[in-house]
């Protein structure tokens, strides 16, 4: 992971942890996919930068919850309907899916704010080439006009963007820092000098 400036940045993370929800979401991925990791260096690296930028903490805290789940919440292969259901499934609905309505976040439950950046952020980078054929859902991609969260978009992106590089996840792993920069300045589409603030850590 890139060099984390602020003390505080890890801080505000640990908080936003705390959210009971996100605390039982959270403790559920680990236990079945990869994907925390990664998002746990994006959301800490998300949060950093946003200092750079003097974010209020309000933001610096959304921040936090978009980059926590932005990966879990678009690769969910779990209809949205179904999780959202608060009464138990039909037996044709379960199809072996042992889930309960609140051991897994949903797009819906919450803020609209990190809804809006966690839905906008790939609209501002490009995929790097792949190393393999990944099987994703098709994604829609939109963006916001709200200063705020158009900022925070882009952030995201950027972040989620230089740490795959950088791990390798769905593309060719990078680890010369220089190349991985360069492709990071390749493929997002994003305020350059978000990426000149990225090179400072």
Same mark, same amino acid.
Not at 27 to 55: C, E
Not at 168 to 180: L, M
């Given at each position: ?16 942890? $705390? ?25 800490? $690296? ?13 933001? $610096? ?6 980059? $926590? ?43 609209q704010e990190v809804r809006e950046i966690i839905q906008s952020h790939q609209s501002y980078k490009q995929n790097p080439i792949q190393e ?15 200063p705020e969260i158009l900022f925070s978009s882009q952030i995201l992106a950027l972040c989620e963007l230089y740490e795959s590089l950088k ?35």
């Amino acid at each position: 992971m890139a060099k984390i400036l602020y003390s505080m940045s890890r801080q505000i993370l640990e908080q936003v942890q $705390l959210d009971p929800l996100l605390s039982l979401h959270l403790r559920n991925i680990k236990n079945q996919n990869h994907t925390y990791p990664h998002s746990y260096k994006v959301a800490l $690296l998300s949060i950093d930068l946003g200092q750079d930028y003097l974010f209020y903490d309000h933001d $610096l805290v959304n921040l936090g919850y978009a980059g $926590l789940l932005h990966e879990d919440q678009r690769n969910s292969k779990v209809p949205a309907g179904i999780l959202s259901k608060i009464f138990p499934l039909m037996n044709k609905e379960s199809g072996g899916i042992n889930l309960k309505r609140k051991d897994f976040l949903q797009l819906s439950d919450l803020s609209q704010e990190v809804r809006e950046i966690i839905q906008s952020h790939q609209s501002y980078k490009q995929n790097p080439i792949q190393e393999r054929k990944v099987q994703k859902t098709p994604e829609i991609k939109v963006r916001y006009n709200n200063p705020e969260i158009l900022f925070s978009s882009q952030i995201l992106a950027l972040c989620e963007l230089y740490e795959s590089l950088k791990a390798g996840r769905n593309c060719k792993q990078v680890k010369n820092k220089e190349k991985r920069i360069h492709l990071v300045r390749q493929n997002f589409l994003g305020y350059p000098s978000l990426v000149d603030r990225l090179v400072q850590r």
